[in-house]
């Protein structure tokens, strides 16, 4: 984590918010949006409840954000984000654990939407998408994600697979007291 953190660059936490809102702007079923003179609260405000993301960790004062580039192995050590299906699919609530599960026809069958956005990210894995966004808490591992749960999956799959893949993670952590 300490290595994650030391070769990653500084990133204000309004980057983080602005960069995601774009990336869900894009999508059809959200309406078009510039956030590019959008403040700290408006663009938490927008992210809760315009796209229905979890944005209050990030808004955490006491977080740092970093922006690393981590590989497709060190994307499988994320968590997956926090919840009953990703839980199910992941079993270990890791990355790495979901795509291995779906491995198994019988989880696919389970999770087709999911089975079926891993497998395109890791077909386009060479392609950019924008960052994740992870954070973790003091003496928590591993650090969570709470936006590109698919995109992480399809890169540890491409990466399982034999390609050399990267994805850019905008990561918060705890700041030491």
Known sequence: ????????????????????????ARKEQYPDA???????????????????????PVVDGRLDWRAVELTGGELGE????????????????TVAGAVTRLDDPVVVDDFPDAAEKI???AEHADEEFG??????????????????????CGAHRAAREGEGVTLELHLGYESLP
Do not use: C, K
């Open 78 to 93: 994320l968590g997956t984000f926090p919840e009953p299906a990703w839980d199910h699919l992941a079993g270990d609530g």
């Open 1 to 24: 984590m300490t290595d994650w953190i030391e070769r990653g660059a500084s990133v204000a936490v309004e980057t983080v918010l602005r960069e995601w809102i774009e990336r869900e």
């Open 119 to 121: 497998a395109w990210f």
């Open 34 to 56: 510039d956030p590019t003179d959008w403040d700290r609260e408006r663009l938490r405000r927008e992210l809760t409840d315009t796209y229905g993301e979890p944005a209050e």
């Open 131 to 152: 960052a994740a966004v992870a954070w973790q808490q003091t003496d928590e591992w591993p650090p969570v994600l709470l936006d590109g749960n698919h995109r992480a």
